[in-house]
């Protein structure tokens, strides 16, 4: 199986940054991508970042200029990836989730693996 585990989030400022990490461990034999989504109360959960293992990235309109995730590395059985996210806004305030889209064998399905999420708290 394939544990996500989310850190990095807590309290800012408006205007302040943050960094999330994202950690897959497990045995995965293709990952496609990695995300970012977010859910704030009340709000369904949105994309915000993606990163390919082809180094191709995609943004959401509302993280475009203010945040830049970073690429896929791969340390054996351990997969890392980060979301820098500058110049925060209140409307930045939510739950944010990693997801690894994976293949666990040859010939297998493509599954998304989850993790529990970080908050992010923006207010003065």
């Known amino acids: 199986q394939v544990q996500v585990v989310e850190s990095g989030g807590g309290l800012v400022q408006p205007g302040g940054s943050l960094r999330l990490s994202c950690v897959a461990s ?3 034999f293709m990952l496609n991508a990695m995300d970012w ?3 704030a109360p009340g709000k369904e959960r949105e ?3 993606q990163t390919f293992s082809s180094g191709q990235t995609n943004y959401a309109d509302s993280a475009k200029g203010r945040f830049s995730i970073s690429s896929i590395s791969r340390d054996n059985a351990k997969t890392t990836m ?3 996210m500058n110049s925060l806004k209140p409307e930045d305030t939510a739950v944010y989730y990693c997801n ?3 293949m666990l064998t040859a010939g297998g399905y493509i599954h998304n ?3 529990q999420g970080t908050q992010v708290t923006v207010s003065s």
Do not use: E, K, N, T
């Open 113 to 115: 693996y989850w993790g």
């Open 26 to 28: 497990g045995s995965i």
């Open 100 to 102: 690894a889209v994976a």
């Open 47 to 49: 994309l915000v970042a």
């Open 37 to 39: 989504y977010r859910q």
């Open 82 to 84: 980060y979301l820098q």
